[in-house]
């Protein structure tokens, strides 16, 4: 199906949509067939916001030397939506003292939760579906148990959370991956111009069968950090127009120093030092 | 008291008896027999911890048992292959000539130069190139003169290189063993037939290496410059590409290497053209290119963060600035109230970051200009009120101006640690 699909977009190449799209071979190692055919679109990219981190809480009565926590260690998307149409499996790297310290979670929701009485920094590495990008993506996560603030003792009700925000792009994504995800609510996907044909979405093997992959109602929701850009565009906004106005200021002076007349220059050399 | 010796004043009498009866002993003690005084006073006038040299030895005479007398005699027969005769002085012992050959002869080593017959010349080794004579007379040299092949190019009348030279000769050796051999694979491990002449590659490599050897200083120094340029620009491509093909960066370092090889050779040439490859090469490190290029690198990645690339684009952007700027930069976002990394990197705020950036490295500028022409003018402005990052320009400033300039500095000296930016500045 994908071959005539490709073949009708050839016959109509006489679109506007022409300059955008160009025939790239993917790669030919791979013996799928869709792979050896594939086209990506060109200068769009397709970005996946996504939190990641940790949430740990104090054991209190139950902690003992050596497990004195329950933390929980995940990836989700930003907006708490499923982000099993682009992830494949996710391997978490832990400390080498636990047991079988290479976890890999093939579902999501992508977390994983241990008991223990140390932090360390935890290796995340996405794996993504065949379509989407052949390349791990790898981040890493300092796990935090203990809190900012020693005052008293630790209480076993408010966790320790520590997340970051940040955004997967994959830069000139395949054009099977842009069809299959361009109404998906996890996946930030441009518009692109009309006229623009994509194949018929094709959905992946292994969908998750087993319940939601989303977060949205997940136990731990309720400690789930809000990142709004909205705050960071205002301070970034206030603070160009500080600066503008400075650069502004300055050109104004510049421009009335060159203007002023040179011959007091050799007079002003002499007195240098 | 040598003092006194040298200048001939008498001694008094006391002190010379009792310096001559103390002298022989104290000498023996001081000196030890066999090395000058002055020479021993260079150890530091003590003896060493080991003895280096047993004084005993020095002078030891050879066991008196032996009769040595030298003798002229004519080198033995083998050490010369012709009717030369050549005499040397030999130490015989006991009226017995050392026995056994000359002891050097060893080392009288010639090449094998394998000599064809004609019939073998008619069969295998005519060339259009080559007569028979000529083929002939080099191999005469090659055995006369041991493959040298530089005397043999001065000495063979007609004139050929001696890259010609030496593929005649391991062409034809090559030849007779490959016909003489039984089956190919006798001589397949004989070093004439394992690893042939290549011509073409050794006038190459000649040629390449006179070039380097005969570069001046100057046009070292140029290419220097013109590789390490090349190298940084490889690398902060090489950083996007390394996960994705293993073969490019490879490919990379050898064609700007060739490439500016090629562009110091147009430099002996006409060196006005040198200006171009390097304005080139120079041109790409602006901020325009570097944007496209940064781009360009993480489109090679299939897949990457937002923060990865903003942090490139940093890069980028900076990359003509140095340490101190970038500090300082830095110093004004804290300033401003600015994260340096942005906690929500979206697509639209890692643009505004930066922008902002871009434009606080452009206000550093100006103020800097305006230092600059400050300074030079020798004028006193009404105080800036810049101050984030105005605090340490002022500060710089004054060290820079004599001592008794007046200070046009934006803020007072008191004023140590940069404050917040305040809506009055504006």
Known sequence: MPHTAIEAQAEDGGSASKPQRIIKLGKTSDDIDKKSTNRRVKDVEICVPIVYGTIAFYLGRKASESQSHKWTVYVRGATNEDLGAVIKHVVFQLHPSFNNPTRIVESPPFELSECGWGEFEIGISLFFHSDVCDKQLDLYHHLKLYPEDESGPQSTKKPVVVESYNEIVFPDPSECFFARVQNHPAVLVPRLPAGFSLPAPVPLENMNENGRGDTKDHPLSQWFMNFSEADELLKLAAARQQVQAHIVKLRRQLSAIDGMPQPLKPASSYECT | ?426
């Open chain 2, 1 to 426: 008291m040598d003092a006194k010796d040298i200048l001939g004043l008498p001694k008094t009498p006391l002190a010379i008896t009792q310096e001559k009866k103390t002298r022989p002993q104290r000498d023996s003690q001081r000196k030890p027999d066999g090395i000058a005084r002055e020479v021993y006073a260079l150890t530091g006038g003590l003896a060493p911890l080991m003895p280096s040299i047993d004084a005993s030895e020095l002078k030891r005479r050879p066991p008196s048992s032996e009769k040595i007398t030298w003798q002229w005699l004519p080198f033995p027969r083998s050490a010369l292959k012709d009717n030369l005769q050549l005499y040397h002085w030999v130490r015989v012992v006991n009226g017995v000539p050392p026995a056994g050959d000359y002891s050097f002869a060893k080392y009288n080593k010639s090449v094998e130069v394998i000599r064809y017959t004609d019939e073998e010349y008619e069969k295998y080794l005519s060339d259009p190139a080559w007569t028979k004579e000529e083929t002939d007379r080099l191999f005469d040299l090659c055995e006369q003169f041991d493959l040298r092949f530089i005397i043999i190019a001065d000495r063979l009348l007609t004139l050929r290189t001696v890259e010609e030279l030496k593929d005649r000769y391991y062409s034809v050796s090559r030849a007779i063993l490959s016909s003489r051999a039984s089956s190919s694979g006798e001589v397949a491990g004989h070093p004439l037939v394992k690893e042939p002449y290549n011509v073409s590659q050794e006038t190459e490599r000649k040629r390449a290496l006179s070039m380097v050897l005969s570069q001046t200083r100057h046009q070292e120094r140029k290419d220097a410059e013109v590789l390490a340029e090349a190298k940084r620009i490889t690398e902060s491509r090489m950083a996007a590409r390394v996960a994705e093909e293993p073969n490019l960066p490879v490919t990379l370092d050898i064609c700007p290497e060739s490439t500016e090889r090629d562009i110091v050779l147009g430099d002996t040439i006409s060196p006005p053209n040198v200006q171009v490859p390097s304005a080139a090469v120079a041109s790409s490190t602006t901020m325009m290119a570097d944007n496209t290029s940064t781009l360009a690198s993480l489109r090679m990645l299939w897949v990457h963060l937002r923060t990865y690339a903003l942090e490139q684009m940093v890069q980028a952007a900076s990359s003509s600035a140095g340490l101190r700027t970038i500090k300082r930069v830095e110093q004004a976002l804290q300033d401003l109230g600015v994260d340096l990394k942005p906690k929500v990197p979206t697509k639209a705020v890692c643009a505004e970051h930066l922008e902002l950036r871009k434009e606080i490295l452009t206000l550093l500028n100006l103020q800097k200009q305006k230092s600059y022409l400050a300074v030079d003018q020798d004028r006193t402005f009404v105080p800036d009120t810049i101050s984030f990052g105005g605090d340490r320009l002022g500060k710089r400033e004054q060290k820079r101006k004599g001592p008794g300039r007046a200070s046009e500095t934006p803020s007072s000296p008191a004023h140590k640690r940069p404050r917040k930016l305040k809506a009055s500045d504006l």
